[in-house]
């Protein structure tokens, strides 16, 4: 994986956790383990973070493969290219456009089905619920997380878009993690603020992948084909 690659993983999820907090925050304060034990509420806490992360690192290795298979291709550069300018796009696409938007039935169906599998998980009272309530939270439809999925075909193979999304899961963990406090820190205006940053973080995000394609030395097809010894 290219070495800027964590930084920005770490970044996105720092950056991602604010929303984290508007979005699943409800959930996270409403663990299945409550108890007024603080280890154990602690414990409650880092389980359902390590759900959410070991989910994203599973999404991302699956999405690694599209990354192993530009690779192969020598297409890595231009997917990388391509990925970001989508990313730009996306910042500047209109919000208007976006509202008369409407999903098709049968995703609805499947975020309903993933709904009520957390509410049966919330219902638990041991980690083992909250092991999977975190799991099936990770699966909640986000465009952040979908960023960063997108973002990780650029590492190029399975175990890079994995660990990608590994350390954006990590970057999140902090201020879910410590959601009490880090919820009564955050006032509208800082909120306001870090909602700001999100399409900057996009935008940054969009331009390096760009960059990595049009500037960065990659491995192609045929640079793989050296290294296989063939047999004559």
């Not at 952040?144 to 990608?164: E, K, Q, R």
């Not at 399409?199 to 030395?217: H, N, Q, S, T």
């Amino acid at each position: 994986m290219i070495s800027t690659l964590p930084y920005l993983a770490v970044s996105m999820g720092l950056i991602s956790s604010i929303h984290c907090i508007g979005m699943c925050g409800p959930i996270a304060l409403a663990l299945p383990v409550r108890t007024e034990n603080k280890w154990r509420r602690l414990a409650g806490s880092l389980t359902y973070n390590a759900g959410r992360t070991f989910t994203y690192g599973c999404l991302g290795m699956i999405v690694g493969t599209i990354g192993t298979s530009l690779s192969w291709l020598g297409f890595l550069r231009y997917g990388s290219v391509l990925i970001g300018g989508l990313m730009l796009a996306s910042v500047l696409w209109p919000a208007s456009v976006t509202r008369h938007m409407h999903l098709p039935a049968l995703w609805t169906q499947m975020v309903g089905g993933l709904k009520q599998r957390m509410g049966k998980a919330l219902k638990q009272r041991n980690l083992s619920g909250t092991l999977a309530l975190g799991m099936l939270n990770g699966l909640v439809p986000c465009g952040l997380v979908y960023m960063a999925l997108v973002s990780s075909v650029a590492t190029g193979s399975v175990a890079g878009g994995g660990t990608f999304m590994l350390l954006f899961g990590a970057g999140t963990i902090p201020a879910m993690a410590g959601i009490k406090l880090v919820g009564q820190l955050l006032t509208p205006a800082l909120r306001t603020r870090f909602r700001k940053l999100t399409p900057v973080l996009i935008a940054v995000a969009g331009f390096w992948l760009m960059a990595r394609g049009i500037i960065a030395p990659h491995h192609d097809k045929a640079e793989m084909q050296t290294a296989i010894t063939m047999c004559r």
